[in-house]
């Protein structure tokens, strides 16, 4: 069985990738720098899965948030692979992330998003929109409320919101 105790390294590791996200990145320098950040967080997590140190559902949910900022197909679907199993295990912030990492890697495979939680900035207008194509026709009718993946519209107010606070 594997330990019930939370890592407290990858504890670090997401505290510290979730306040990257707190900033919004206007230059492409600053962006290139949040990148190489991610690039090592997402080696330090993918070590310490190799090693067996990735166990709890919180574990599994702060890794699978870790790597939904890699760069490749095979982050994203990894990121769902774990967001799934924390779900599962009753994490319950992990539904809306299994969600977010399959539309991910949807889209980065050149496949349409289903859920609608991607969304990118338009730096001419300096707001976010939804980033297309989204094809959402075959959801069941309560699966985005099951999943916690808020309205589109919603989503956007929030994120625009952001920018015009900072």
Known sequence: MPPETDN????DIYQTDQ???QKVYDSPQAVTELKQRDAM???MALDMMSKGEINTPLDLYRAA???LHGTESKDFITAHRLAVLAAINGHRPARWLAASSLDRFLMATGQPQVYGTQFEHNAN????QLRLPIEDNR???WEKKFLDVPPVAERLQQLNGRIQGQ
């Open 8 to 11: 407290l390294q990858l504890d």
């Open 41 to 43: 967080r997402k080696a």
């Open 19 to 21: 306040g990257d996200r």
């Open 125 to 128: 207008e300096n707001k976010y």
């Open 65 to 67: 948030v870790i790597l």
């Open 139 to 141: 959801l069941l009718s």
